[in-house]
């Protein structure tokens, strides 16, 4: 994570407060790790901190919230209110892309988490979007899916693959 402070650098370290809004919050301290305090480096504006997000059984059932705000501390007072807070979700559930049915439906087909993982597994990433990918890469990994599932289902003749409503994959 990246903290951006308004103003002008200083010659001196800063110290800014990070707070648990638990109000706002579902994770138990079990599921994440986060620093209370940052330290912004002297003629500095910007500061990189670390927050775990853990992996926990709860999360294979729900998905859990993390709100954290910026506090008060004695270099900083807290800025503009609808950017002095970071929100984290996270579960430990394949979750359908955001983008399936506006950029990946009309390339791969109907969504299933069958259909989802057995890309993530033969191509080995979990991203495809047209804002980072050029369209003829998405149709190559659409071809590369067609040969995938082809070869499954000849090596699996009597129990080609099905999504978890059994119904045949298809690309």
């Known amino acids: 994570m990246t903290l951006h402070v308004m103003g002008n650098p200083v010659n001196k370290d800063r110290v800014a407060n990070l707070e648990l809004v638990s109000a706002q919050s579902t994770a138990t301290s079990s599921q994440y790790s986060i620093p209370l305090q940052v330290t912004v480096p002297a003629n500095q504006l910007t500061v990189d901190f670390t927050v775990d997000l853990l992996r926990t059984v709860e999360l294979q059932e729900k998905t859990v919230r993390l709100y954290i705000k910026l506090a008060e501390s004695a270099d900083f007072k807290t800025g503009v209110v609808e950017q002095d807070h970071f929100l984290f979700k996270w579960n430990d559930?394949?979750?359908?892309?955001?983008?399936?049915?506006?950029?990946?439906?009309s390339v791969f087909g109907e969504y299933s988490l069958v259909k989802y993982r057995f890309m993530i597994d033969i191509l080995d990433t979990a991203t495809?979007?047209?804002?980072?990918?050029?369209?003829?890469e998405l149709n190559n990994y659409k071809i590369k899916m067609r040969n995938a599932l082809t070869a499954y289902n000849e090596a699996h003749p009597t129990e080609p693959l099905k999504d978890e409503n059994g119904q045949l994959v298809s690309f």
Request: without cysteine.
């Open 128 to 136: 495809f979007s047209s804002e980072t990918m050029s369209w003829a």
């Open 93 to 105: 559930v394949l979750s359908k892309p955001k983008n399936w049915e506006t950029e990946l439906k």
